[in-house]
Nanobody
Framework: QVQLAESGGGWVQAGGSLRLSCAAS????????MAWHRQAPGKQRELVAR???????NYADSVKGRFTISRDNAKNTVYLQMNSLQPEDTAVYYC????????????????WGQGTQVTVSS
């Protein structure tokens, strides 16, 4: 099992900032991509940002210039710095990781966190 534990969600006024963290633990040999997705009420889950093990990243157009994804490979942790938050950013934010397990050796895994609520008021 590979577990992902998110933290850092909460409530903020429009224009404010939040920083999300997600730590992966368990049966891990290596992690390739880590990503943040979000799901607003009544909408499909969407990719917010993704980062590779080498640090290459990509963002949804709606968050470019406002959000920054980063990771600490030694800690198996990914972060999402969210600035200039707007009410439309309100959603449950989910962390996702893909990589290889220790047991069975180098078997693929793809895991999701439980989600953390971000609420932005106008």
């Amino acid at each position: 099992q590979v577990q992902l534990a998110e933290s850092g969600g909460g409530w903020v006024q429009a224009g404010g900032s939040l920083r999300l963290s997600c730590a992966a633990s368990g049966n891990i040999f290596s992690i390739y991509d880590m990503a943040w997705h979000r799901q607003a009420p009544g909408k499909q889950r969407e990719l917010v940002a993704r980062i590779t093990s080498s640090g290459s990243s990509n963002y949804a157009d709606s968050v470019k210039g406002r959000f920054t994804i980063s990771r600490d490979n030694a800690k198996n942790t990914v972060y999402l710095q969210m600035n200039s938050l707007q009410p439309e950013d309100t959603a449950v934010y989910y962390c996702n990781a893909e990589g290889k397990r220790l047991v069975p050796f180098r078997a693929d895994f793809r895991s999701w966190g439980q989600g953390t609520q971000v609420t932005v008021s106008s």
